[in-house]
């Protein structure tokens, strides 16, 4: 059965970890650990499969995107404008209104529990995003 995020009848996960087998170098490394840290964060979080092969995870709303280009893993927050980062884990996308990224280079460093925390917040907020237009 296919799942949301699918037209094939693969669902995401099986997608996704395609894509970190098939990247085969320190990209694939960095979304796998990324991955799981979302997942440790979020046991209910959900895979979804986008934009003609962009790895999502959602809870409430979106969370986050996986993109991959050939220097940088980009995790990209869709509110992550409105989402507190004490741990200064933003680099990118600095600029809009609502969203947020972090750039992962080769061998750059991640503070996993600011992440964690991030996944978290971002998960908080789109909870309370959705309780808001349920009262409106």
């Known amino acids: 059965m296919a799942t949301p995020g699918s037209t094939d ?3 995401p996960e099986v997608k ?3 894509r970190i087998a098939e990247l085969g170098d ?6 796998a650990r990324i991955r799981k840290l979302i997942h440790d964060a979020d046991p ?12 999502v995870w959602s809870h409430g709303g979106i969370l986050c995107t996986g993109e991959t280009y050939k220097q940088v893993v980009k995790l990209t927050f869709a509110k992550g404008a409105a989402l507190p980062d004490p741990g200064k884990l933003f680099n ?3 600029e809009g209104n609502l969203r947020r990224a972090i750039d992962l280079h080769d061998g750059g460093k991640l503070d996993e529990a600011a992440f964690k925390q991030l996944i978290r917040d971002a998960i908080a907020a789109n909870v309370a995003a959705r309780a808001k237009r349920k009262r409106s």
Not at 26 to 31: C, E, K, N, S, V
Not at 46 to 51: H, T
């Open 26 to 31: 320190w990209r694939g490394d960095a979304l």
């Open 16 to 18: 996704i970890t395609r």
């Open 44 to 55: 209910e979080v959900v895979e979804e499969w986008k934009w003609r092969g962009v790895p």
């Open 92 to 94: 990118a996308s600095l």
């Open 9 to 11: 009848g693969e669902t």
